[in-house]
């Protein structure tokens, strides 16, 4: 089961390695229909078939979640092999699917990592429009907006809208927009509520519809008891910079560095970036953030299986000093083992004091990723 947000090249993925399969486009309103109807024709398919192909590929499985009780017969019967696609979970979960468990690997798909853009990654591209795949067909910068507002629109249409997991489109439109201008903050439901003129519960719902449609993610508080966690409330992120600039309507800003708006785009990319190459590596790592009352935060920290945990401190500068490393240096004094790391945009690696500086890619490799 390869999981996605639309538009992350999960069909151009399985179509490259998966010549030979037969294909099952449930975007194709003609398929996704006769299979709603009837979804054993798939197995009369498959024994129609001499030989039966190796593979089947089923794209966007969440559209007939039925499927999945076919699939599951024919995977006992041994006879094929499956490669399915969804860009959402919610559907699946909301109507107690069959997720073949234990039967499934199940893996991720996200835009791309600066790693596998490797020579033509620009930072200060990725920053104003982000990295999802569709963008590397376009020549200009007007072409990069166009395609990015096509993106969130295409998003509110047949993620959210034509799905039906909302029954009023108007509050989660400017919920999406509220959501995206306190990106990377501490989330106040409360506030994010009054704003978009709901009730508390409803922001809670959208939230969780952003998760379950793979377009953005909850970062825990820190706490080594998993309970404790979990009475705090989270950060909130988009998946991809580009996405959050279109939704917040500020992608003819500029992004000059040394602002307020180029910290927050790299902390942003720096924090998704992170998220992607450990799911890519499939390291187990876990990732939260630390604040204390007084406002001291560790920008994020990094929990990987048998260490002590790292902290880091994301900052968008070319040239870091003792400044940036404070809120670290006092958290290092109580967390005995753990690490310290300021991830920038300064070349020149330096340790201070107990926190190393690192370039942030190489602060990536270090930690693993």
Same mark, same amino acid.
């Given at each position: /089961?390869?999981?996605?947000?639309?538009?992350?090249?999960? $069909?151009?993925?399985?179509?490259?390695?998966?010549? #030979?399969?037969?294909?099952?486009?449930? !975007?194709?309103?003609?398929?996704?229909?006769?299979?709603?109807?009837? &979804?054993?024709?798939?197995?009369?398919?498959?024994?129609?078939?001499?030989?039966?192909? %190796?593979?089947?590929?089923?794209?966007?499985?969440?559209?007939?979640?039925?499927?999945?009780?076919?699939?599951?017969?024919?995977?006992?019967?041994?006879?094929?092999?499956?490669?399915?696609?969804?860009?959402?979970?919610?559907? !699946?979960?909301?109507?107690?699917?069959?997720?073949?468990?234990?039967?499934?690997?199940?893996?991720?798909?996200?835009? =791309?990592?600066?790693?596998?853009?490797?020579?033509? =990654?620009?930072?200060?591209? *990725?920053?104003?429009?982000?990295?999802?795949?569709?963008?590397?067909? +376009?020549?200009?910068?007007?072409?990069?907006?166009? =395609?990015?507002?096509?993106? *969130?629109?295409?998003?509110?249409?047949?993620?959210?809208?034509?799905?039906?997991?909302?029954?009023?489109?108007?509050?989660?439109?400017?919920?999406? @927009?509220?959501?995206?201008?306190?990106?990377?903050?501490?989330?106040?439901? $409360?506030?994010?509520?009054? %704003?978009?003129?709901?009730?508390?519960? #409803?922001?809670? $719902?959208? =939230?969780?519809? /952003?998760? %379950?449609?793979?377009?953005?993610?909850?970062?825990?508080?820190?706490?080594?008891?998993?309970?404790?966690?979990?009475?705090?409330?989270?950060?909130?992120?988009?998946?991809? &910079?580009?996405?959050?600039?279109?939704?917040?309507r500020t992608l003819t800003v500029e992004?000059?560095?040394? #602002?307020?708006?180029?910290?927050?785009?790299?902390?942003?990319?720096?924090?998704? @970036?992170?998220?992607?190459?450990?799911?890519? +590596?499939?390291?187990?790592?876990?990732?939260?953030?630390?604040? #204390?009352?007084?406002?001291?935060?560790?920008?994020?920290?990094? @929990?990987?299986?048998?260490?002590?945990?790292? !902290?880091?401190?994301?900052?968008?500068?070319d040239r870091v000093d003792d400044r940036?490393?404070?809120?670290? @240096?006092?958290?290092?004094?109580? /967390?005995?083992?753990?690490?310290?790391? +300021?991830?920038?945009?300064?070349?020149?690696?330096?340790?201070?004091?107990?926190?190393? *500086?690192?370039?942030?890619?190489?602060?990536?490799?270090?930690?693993?990723?």
């Amino acid at each position: /089961m390869l999981f996605g947000a639309r538009g992350t090249g999960k $069909s151009t993925y399985l179509r490259q390695n998966f010549k #030979t399969a037969l294909w099952l486009d449930l !975007l194709n309103p003609e398929q996704e229909d006769r299979y709603a109807r009837r &979804p054993s024709e798939l197995a009369d398919q498959l024994r129609a078939l001499a030989p039966a192909p %190796d593979w089947v590929v089923i794209d966007e499985v969440q559209k007939v979640p039925r499927l999945l009780d076919v699939v599951h017969a024919e995977i006992e019967r041994g006879a094929v092999k499956f490669a399915l696609t969804s860009s959402s979970a919610r559907k !699946l979960k909301r109507h107690n699917t069959n997720l073949l468990a234990g039967r499934a690997s199940v893996y991720h798909l996200f835009p =791309f990592t600066s790693l596998e853009l490797d020579k033509t =990654f620009d930072l200060d591209t *990725a920053l104003r429009f982000g990295t999802l795949p569709g963008l590397q067909d +376009c020549p200009s910068d007007e072409d990069r907006n166009a =395609f990015l507002r096509a993106y *969130a629109l295409t998003y509110l249409k047949e993620e959210v809208w034509a799905e039906h997991l909302v029954r009023v489109l108007d509050p989660f439109r400017k919920f999406l @927009e509220v959501a995206a201008q306190t990106n990377g903050e501490v989330v106040n439901y $409360s506030n994010i509520a009054r %704003d978009v003129g709901t009730e508390i519960k #409803t922001v809670q $719902s959208y =939230f969780q519809i /952003m998760e %379950d449609t793979l377009v953005g993610f909850l970062v825990e508080p820190f706490h080594r008891s998993v309970r404790k966690r979990q009475t705090q409330a989270p950060k909130f992120y988009l998946f991809d &910079p580009g996405v959050r600039r279109a939704l917040t309507r500020t992608l003819t800003v500029e992004l000059r560095p040394g #602002t307020y708006d180029y910290g927050r785009a790299f902390e942003h990319f720096v924090v998704v @970036e992170a998220l992607r190459r450990s799911a890519y +590596c499939q390291n187990d790592y876990a990732f939260s953030y630390l604040r #204390t009352k007084d406002g001291a935060e560790a920008d994020l920290v990094v @929990e990987r299986p048998g260490k002590e945990p790292s !902290l880091l401190e994301i900052k968008s500068g070319d040239r870091v000093d003792d400044r940036a490393t404070r809120s670290l @240096e006092h958290f290092l004094r109580d /967390m005995p083992g753990a690490e310290g790391f +300021c991830l920038s945009r300064d070349p020149v690696p330096k340790r201070i004091g107990n926190v190393l *500086a690192l370039p942030w890619n190489d602060g990536l490799r270090e930690l693993g990723l």
